[in-house]
């Protein structure tokens, strides 16, 4: 599901919102946020200093408030409070494609005029044709890194769950800025962002929040559009990272499907990993475990660097 009909289902799913005494029930909520439609910033700035995953778990839920003028400052609040903490891995330029100069007769692109200045000036001086290995063109080299982040949405999604995502999907956007995916899946998948599409960071983040769990796992119907999303990627490097607890519950068999992966990382909770980890030895994927959202960089790092 993708486009249109991705935007629908999330919008759908955010119909389910959560009240203002159920919010309440998290210690730090009515210090966040004293009065409805509000938040202390100077408390929240506190949190942050004191326990930022605590921070950023709350706000998450708080997206979701049925009180939207507090779903609305939550939303923008967990946003740039998720990209902050995603930066903390290292930027991995070589996920951008470079500008390169080649001989025109090995690949297409646009005339490079000041590399191909001595040829052209000696074709014209003595009247012979120009041969293209005389000519340079600009082209884009291929990106050298591609990534499709596959969340597990099943069951439910609580606070924590739904900012450890969104940070990992902001991770991917710093690591391959412009071949990057994020799906979402339960018994059904939901392309938050495509191969292809343009959408800005802090857009799928804010969509990421606004997901709500779902019932069974389809994790070969998961893996299978990972797949489809890196074929449209020309990267030397195509990388599918799920994020799951790896139990399958409906679809079909998923260990043939994680072994026809290019490369498949693996990123589950700490204190539910033993099935992810048999999983990942199974299929011959790297595998990390996360206990808060701000782990996501060390577990890229683990999973992602050679």
Do not use: Y
Not at 254 to 281: Q, S, Y
């Amino acid at each position: 599901m993708e486009g249109d009909d991705a935007r629908q289902a999330i919008q759908d799913d955010n119909r389910r919102t959560t009240p203002r005494p159920q919010l309440a029930r998290d210690p730090k909520f009515e210090e966040i946020s004293p009065e409805v439609g509000e938040i202390d910033d100077d408390a929240l700035a506190d949190l942050v200093d004191e326990d930022p995953d605590h921070a950023m778990s709350l706000l998450a839920q708080m997206r979701g408030a049925t009180d939207q003028k507090l779903a609305a400052l939550a939303a923008r609040l967990a946003g740039r409070l998720v990209l902050d903490v995603a930066k903390a891995g290292p930027v991995q330029a070589r996920g951008v494609g470079a500008m390169a100069s080649s001989p025109a007769d090995r690949v297409d692109g646009d005339l490079d005029l000041d590399a191909s200045l001595d040829g052209l000036v000696h074709a014209r001086a003595t009247g012979e044709l120009i041969d293209a290995g005389d000519l340079r063109v600009r082209h884009w080299t291929q990106p050298a890194t591609a990534l499709a982040l596959v969340i597990d949405r099943s069951g439910s999604m609580s606070g924590k769950r739904l900012a450890t995502a969104a940070v990992a999907a902001a991770a991917c956007a710093h690591r391959a800025p412009v071949d990057w995916s994020v799906l979402a899946f339960a018994d059904r998948v939901i392309a938050v962002k495509s191969q292809d599409d343009s959408r800005s960071s802090l857009a799928v983040v804010d969509d990421l929040l606004r997901l709500r769990g779902q019932g069974t796992t389809d994790l070969a119907g998961a893996l299978t559009a990972a797949a489809r999303q890196l074929d449209r990627s020309r990267a030397k490097r195509r990388v599918t990272i799920l994020m799951s607890d790896c139990r399958a519950t409906t679809g079909a068999d998923a260990i043939p499907v994680a072994r026809g992966l290019d490369e498949l990382c693996v990123i589950a909770p700490t204190d539910d990993a033993d099935d992810a980890a048999d999983f990942a030895k199974a299929v011959g994927a790297q595998l990390a475990t996360v206990d808060e959202p701000t782990d996501i960089p060390a577990a890229f790092l683990k999973v992602l660097e050679r």
